[in-house]
């Protein structure tokens, strides 16, 4: 890598930058080919509905209405299951669209700006490493979660059980084709899919009202009392595996925003996307449950139960797939970035191949829906005193100004030791501990976390570049220099 990029070069057009970003890496025509690359002003047209749609379909999906249900079915009521996981999601959210800002300033993906705060280097082997684990962990949970979905209906309009590891495997391979060819299929795929999911869920949760089982009636289920095990602990232990979940995206917020056309399009799409995909995906999830006092998890099992002909079947295999596949895409678009933060050399299209290839081959675990708490739990660990050090590192220290080029700058203001922040790391590391034997779990830990790691590293920051100046300088707010498109084309040309 150079060590700096800062020479100005003519300008060139759109078509003619990516062909030299597709040629670098020797991407195939017809895909997305950008990836660490900054997007150029004329590509950042995306409205606030795209970002929404796109928002709405990720939260929206098999696996969250699979945990409505599995929270009621975990002792939480109708009610507490639906202000827990909203409410934990929603915390969340407060930190994610911080870091989603950057992708519609700076037009770079997460994992890129994270080396303002871990170092060129340090960006690779902390934050990115641990995302690419994430993100295929969060494609095979999607996967298998949708696929036991398709199981239950398939199994009440046939009468024939089968294979859930074989109805996965072909699930996910699905799913990686419009991941691999990138923004654009995701964009249009998540337009198309809004209508469809929101009519067939919508018909879903008129079939349970409707029941005539007196259980299945909305005033019972507002009623269900939840299990005599229900206590504040489970109703923080379900508040924090849902935030812990939301948090592990923080820092591939701005992947799906440095497309858009300003702060404005972002942050209304992002936050009604997010706020109603999880509300509607918790009620459908949660209603499912209580309607069957708390012994059913999977509400698409439930309402094929009630469904007597094949339109109804149909439209729930629809809807099953076109939620996997907004969802997913997201997942291994996202890991895909992550790991091209890591493998430079290497085009998105090509990492993202990478990821998709170790997603599908995780989704033959059916173990990976049981242990939703416990993983979510071990991955919010990590990305929780990850996601304090960066917000408090971008807002505080940096007031929200970064030197775009530098990012990419050995020897540069973010190079800090040997492309390393020693700090950064430390209190990463000091965070895993603090969120396993110091907080309680009555204090959900994923936000305490985030919280005491955010203060600490700002504290300790402010301490230490007294004595070391490359920190200083780091920790300083910056100024763009040169163009989005001018750095772009430099990259390209490495």
Not at 373 to 397: C, E, H, K, Q, R
Request: glycine letters at 10%; hydrophobic letters at 50%.
């Amino acid at each position: 890598m150079d060590d700096a990029i800062t020479a100005a070069k003519p300008r060139h057009t759109e078509r003619e930058l990516e062909e030299r970003v597709r040629h670098r890496y020797r991407q195939p025509r017809g895909v997305e080919q950008f990836g660490i690359e900054p997007i150029p002003h004329e590509k950042r047209t995306v409205r606030w509905f795209d970002v929404f749609a796109i928002i709405f379909g990720f939260a929206l999906n098999p696996g969250s209405i699979m945990t409505g249900g599995l929270a009621v079915v975990a002792g939480l009521s109708f009610k507490g299951a639906v202000v827990t996981l909203t409410g934990g999601t929603m915390l969340a959210m407060v930190f994610y669209v911080v870091m989603a800002t950057i992708g519609s300033d700076y037009g770079i993906p997460g994992q890129v700006a994270t080396r303002m705060t871990y170092g060129i280097r340090g960006a690779k082997y902390v934050p990115s490493f641990l995302r690419t684990i994430a993100s295929t962990y969060w494609f095979a949970f999607q996967t298998v979660a949708g696929s036991m979905a398709v199981v239950a209906v398939l199994r009440h309009w046939t009468g024939v059980s089968y294979s859930l590891v074989s109805v996965s495997l072909i699930f996910g391979v699905l799913q990686a084709v419009v991941a691999i060819v990138g923004y654009d299929s995701l964009k249009y795929l998540s337009r198309v899919a809004l209508p469809f999911k929101v009519l067939v869920l919508g018909y879903i949760m008129v079939v349970l009202m409707t029941n005539g089982d007196p259980h299945f009636a909305p005033s019972a289920v507002l009623a269900y009392p939840g299990l005599p095990k229900s206590n504040w602990i489970l109703f923080v232990t379900w508040g924090n595996a849902v935030a812990a979940g939301s948090i592990t995206m923080v820092t591939d917020a701005a992947d799906f925003c440095r497309y858009t056309r300003s702060r404005s399009d972002m942050w209304w799409g992002t936050l009604l996307g997010k706020f109603i995909g999880e509300g509607f995906a918790c009620i459908l999830g949660a209603y499912g449950a209580a309607a069957t006092m708390g012994k059913v998890a999977n509400v698409f099992d439930v309402a094929s139960g009630l469904a007597d002909a094949w339109p109804a079947y149909l439209a729930f295999l629809i809807v099953i797939g076109l939620d996997n596949w907004t969802i997913n895409v997201l997942n291994l678009y996202t890991g895909g970035l992550s790991l091209s933060n890591m493998l430079q050399r290497l085009g998105r299209f090509w990492t993202t191949l990478i990821i998709s290839v170790l997603g599908v081959s995780l989704s033959a675990l059916p173990g990976v829906v049981s242990g939703y708490t416990a993983y979510v739990g071990l991955l919010g660990n990590f990305f929780s005193p990850i996601t304090g050090v960066l917000i408090a590192d971008y807002i505080v220290m940096k007031r929200c100004r970064i030197d775009l080029a530098a990012l990419f700058q050995e020897n540069g203001i973010y190079w800090y030791w040997r492309g390393f922040n020693p700090i950064a790391i430390a209190w990463t590391v000091l965070g895993f501990l603090i969120y396993m034997y110091v907080v309680p779990t009555a204090m959900m830990k994923t936000i305490s976390t985030v919280l005491i790691c955010g203060v600490g590293y700002c504290l300790t920051t402010v301490l230490v570049a007294t004595y070391w100046s490359a920190l200083g300088r780091a920790s300083r707010p910056s100024e763009q220099h040169g163009s989005a498109e001018e750095l772009a084309w430099q990259l390209a040309e490495r």
